[in-house]
C-alpha cells in the first residue's frame, strides 16, 4: 500500500452581504465569506491537502478566479472535482482533518451536517472526516472578524 499526506492553507475575508459557507453547509451569521467561488474556506483548504498529496497544482490553478465558470460556484462541486483528479492518479481519500479559525458563529452545532455533506463526496465513512473549530483568542484578524482561516491535512493511499 502506497500512503501520501498532503497539507492545506486558506484564508478569505469577511463581509456584509455574502452568504456563509463552511464545510459544504450554509450557516446563518451577520456576516459572510468574501470570494470568487462561495468561498468556503474550508472546502479550499480541504482541496489543496488532497491535491498537495497527490503532487497536483493547488486550487488556484485548477479553479482560477479569472474563469467566469467558477463565479459563485459551490465548493463540493470543486472539492468533487479534485477527488476525480486524484481518483484518475489511482488515488483515494484516507481520512482528512481540518480546523476552522474563527471567532463567530459558533461552529460546533454545524459539524454533524458538515461532516454529511463532506463524506460521501470523499467517498469515506464519516468517522474519517474530521472538522475542528477553534477561535483566535481576539487576536490579528481573525480576532478582529476581518476574515477566517482553515487549516486541513489529507491521507490518501493507492494500492
Ligand atoms: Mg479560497
Request: proline share 4%; with cysteine.
Amino acid at each position: 500500500m502506497n500512503f501520501r499526506v498532503g497539507f492545506g492553507f486558506d484564508v478569505h475575508r469577511l463581509a456584509e452581504g455574502r452568504a456563509l459557507w463552511l464545510g459544504g453547509v450554509r450557516i446563518e451569521h451577520t456576516v459572510g465569506i468574501v470570494g470568487h467561488s462561495d468561498a468556503d474556506v474550508l472546502l479550499h483548504a480541504l482541496c489543496d491537502a488532497l491535491l498537495g498529496a497527490a503532487g497536483l497544482p493547488d486550487i488556484g490553478h485548477h479553479f482560477p478566479d479569472t474563469d467566469a465558470r467558477w463565479k459563485g460556484a459551490d465548493s463540493k462541486v470543486l472539492l468533487r472535482e479534485v477527488v476525480r483528479l486524484i481518483g484518475e492518479r489511482g488515488w483515494r481519500v484516507g481520512n482528512v482533518d481540518c480546523s476552522l479559525v474563527m471567532e463567530r458563529p459558533k461552529i460546533k452545532p454545524h459539524i454533524p451536517a458538515m461532516k454529511r455533506a463532506i463524506a460521501p463526496i470523499l467517498g469515506v465513512e464519516e468517522d474519517a472526516v474530521g472538522i475542528k473549530a477553534t477561535t483566535n483568542e481576539k487576536l490579528g484578524y481573525v480576532g478582529r472578524e476581518e476574515g477566517v482561516c482553515a487549516y486541513a491535512v489529507a491521507l490518501i493511499a493507492k494500492g
